[in-house]
């Protein structure tokens, strides 16, 4: 699919005699043109940015669509504007589809510039583009049934049902590797195309990453109404080339995530995995590494299942409600809780512990035994630490 973009973007650039950049709706780039000109007007900063991080930023989206480039249906002529690193004026060609439009053709504009026929036929171009880019559109929101009923079923005949009901519908893009992402809490609607995601779909995502039991619940159409408002998340099933190089999906996870970013998102990335049938653990994987990012900010935003340490166990239990320490853990003492929580990552070096918590060393042994009497628990015991800071960590995950 990528050639075809990359093939019609350059019959583009042929026609107006300029290289031409393709994005989604999005500003996400797709494709884009050689640029062989000696002049350095021709690469100005936002150029520059969007092909390097093959994005544009949200300021630099909202100032072209100031121009009402989401509304046109025809070539919009957009003035220079050097205080906001468009050294020159561009040309933005609507990539539209019944009315819809799916993303953007971007020109340099020079002087005379192309005339009305040059851009008519290029405007020909571009609703093929946009037949592409609605067809990709459809083909992921077609699949998020058959994709979340394979997340959210059981074991046995239920999972090898739905496994295949997804590999019919994907075709050749069921064969070969996969990598499940998890971005929660996801609260919009399925995003348009995401470069190497086969399928996409709204999922729930908390509760303890436990084996799940013989069948699994009513899985819905992967609509956002059918996941209760805070158990939403966005999964996305994307396409790998060796179990080696996860880049295709921390890019993806990092990209969706940066657009949901407003509402605190994090991401999580599967282990790969050859069979359809592993989706509902590599699932599992995903949402507990999206756990971590949101409890560990050093592990996010976008955290991989074999990188979170301790919480690939800690996701596979409940709710931290242990008796001894339901008090510690109360809205009541933060301050306790977090002593013992540095406490214990230092090893129960009370030195370490005390310069990192910027506090003499007497004011932590004095907070230390305050934790004692509250839990019961005798930190110079080796299970009672152990219980005490499963419990401290595994209340950052949360329910």
Known sequence: MKADYQELVDEISALLGAPA???????R???????????????????????LTRRSTAAVRSWFEGFGIARATGPVRIPAAPDAGVFRGRICLP????????????????????????????????????????????????????FRTVLTAGRGWQRDMAAAALRAALGAAADGLHALVCVAPWSGEVPGPVPAVAAMGV????????????SGGDAGDGRPGDVPADDRA????????TADALTPATAAA??????AGAGGAAAGVSEPVRDLAELATAWRQAAAAARAARAQPRLGPVAQWSAIGPYRMLAALGPADDPATRALLSPANPELARTAEVFLDCAGQAG???????????????????????TGLDLDDGEDRLLLHMALKAARLGP
């Open 29 to 51: 780039l797709i494709a884009f043109g050689a640029h062989d000109s000696d002049d350095d007007l021709a690469m100005d900063p936002v150029r520059t940015r969007s092909i």
């Open 21 to 27: 950049t393709l994005e989604n709706r999005d500003f």
């Open 95 to 146: 990539v539209r589809h019944r009315g819809i439009v799916h993303g953007y053709v971007w020109l340099l504009d020079a002087e005379p510039g192309p005339d009305p026929e040059q851009l008519a036929a290029a405007m020909e171009v571009a609703e093929r583009i946009g037949v592409l880019l609605a067809d990709e559109a459809k083909a992921g929101a077609d699949l998020s049934r058959e």
């Open 352 to 374: 370490r512990a005390a310069a990192a918590l910027g506090i003499h060393r007497q004011t932590l042994y004095y907070r230390l035994s305050r934790v004692e009497a509250l």
């Open 234 to 241: 966005l999964a996305l099933l994307v396409r790998l080339r």
């Open 203 to 214: 999922a729930p995502w908390r509760g303890p990453l436990a084996p799940e039991g013989p």
């Open 254 to 259: 990092a990209r969706v995530a940066g657009a």
